[in-house]
């Protein structure tokens, strides 16, 4: 019985752990090269006056982005990619707490016949008063 659980429970935790790599690796890679090319640096420059409102440097904007519109994982491995202190990871990270798998989620909230519109600005103004309130209180 325990070596049935035991077994059951290995071959799952593989498996996430090869569906999160599968996410994660990639993104994580792909940013460590835009580290290494000008683009990363034009990204940075045309977000870094948004980004400043939550204390975030402006290559910060590419997990956010990742996060909102592929899922948490993907945002997750662009921190990875990055060189961020730990007060600007912990705001990330709270603020894809609230705001993460846009798309995907939406189509569900949609099919519940909530109303999108108020899921949505719900979501983004816990994200953005919480990066807000974060980064003057860290």
Sequence with gaps: MYKESISRGLRKGISTTWELTKVIVPVYFFVTFLKYTPILN????????VMK????PGEASLPLVLGNMLNLYAGIGAIAGLNLKAKQITIIAFMLSFSHSLF??????????????????CRF?????????????L
Excluded: H
């Design 104 to 121: 995907m989620e939406t189509a569900v909230v949609k099919k519940t016949g909530m109303n999108v519109f108020i899921v949505l600005a």
């Design 125 to 137: 103004s816990l994200a953005i008063i919480s990066g807000i309130v974060l980064n003057l209180v």
């Design 42 to 49: 034009w990204i940075s420059d045309f977000f870094t006056p």
């Design 53 to 56: 409102i939550f204390g975030l």
